[in-house]
């Protein structure tokens, strides 16, 4: 399995801005599916945003849609989160996935079609 790091978490206002990392190891990143998924204190853990192997498809949460960017650098081993427009229930542990298999066309949105996971960042947005 691959290992997943994250990085890039932090706290900012209302408006701004954060991208967030996701360093693997191994030689096969570009096989993988990448995921990010986020969790708050006392909710499920929830679908943000995934990117197909060479990163030509993305798809997003609908919370997430038009202010969020999920992008990929399979020469870096990296997985990105460009997060813009920030709100405070954007508020949560940011976790990165991977998944080695396929997506059907019901697509790769649940967590539990993911295998591997990153420890999680935490990002704060304050009112």
């Known amino acids: 399995q691959v290992q997943l790091v994250e990085s890039g978490g932090g706290l900012v206002q209302a408006g701004g801005s954060l991208r967030l990392s996701c360093a693997a190891s191994?030689?096969?990143?570009?096989?993988?599916?990448m995921g990010w998924f986020r969790q708050a204190p006392g909710k499920e853990r929830e679908f943000v945003a995934y990117?197909?192997?060479?990163?030509?498809?993305?798809y997003y949460a609908d919370s997430v849609k038009g202010r969020f960017t999920i992008s990929r650098d399979n020469a870096k081993n990296t997985v990105y989160l460009q997060m813009n427009s920030l709100k405070p229930e954007d508020t949560a542990v940011y976790y990165c996935?991977?998944?080695?298999?396929?997506?059907?066309?019901?697509?790769?949105?649940?967590?539990?079609?993911?295998?591997?996971w990153g420890q999680g960042t935490q990002v704060t947005v304050s009112s």
């Open positions: 996935a991977a998944r080695g298999d396929g997506c059907s066309a019901y697509g790769c949105y649940d967590h539990n079609q993911y295998a591997s």
């Open positions: 191994g030689r096969t990143f570009s096989s993988y599916y």
């Open positions: 990117i197909s192997r060479r990163g030509v498809m993305t």
